[in-house]
């Protein structure tokens, strides 16, 4: 919690809490009246792709995080 209050008040738009191990993303948000909603939590194949909530343009293949860690 300590690095996620800090996120939210430097207005860090979006973050990830990536756990290889059970190939998970956990993504944090920024809302309109600048704090953190409820986070996302998502169990994907690594040959799938996330995308961005921020940056709607950028995809990333989840088997270059999740490969890395292999």
């Given at each position: 919690m300590v690095k996620r209050n800090k996120y939210e008040k430097a207005g860090v738009q979006e973050y990830w809490i990536v756990t290889p191990?059970?190939?998970t993303i956990v993504?944090?948000?920024?809302?309109?009246?600048?704090?953190?909603?409820?986070?996302?939590?998502?169990?994907?194949?690594?040959?799938?792709?996330?995308?961005?909530?921020?940056?709607?343009e950028l995809a990333i293949e989840l088997k270059e995080i999740f490969v890395a860690w292999g």
């Open positions: 191990e059970t190939e993504s944090y948000v920024l809302n309109e009246q600048g704090h953190y909603d409820m986070p996302d939590v998502l169990v994907l194949g690594e040959d799938e792709n996330i995308q961005l909530k921020v940056f709607e």
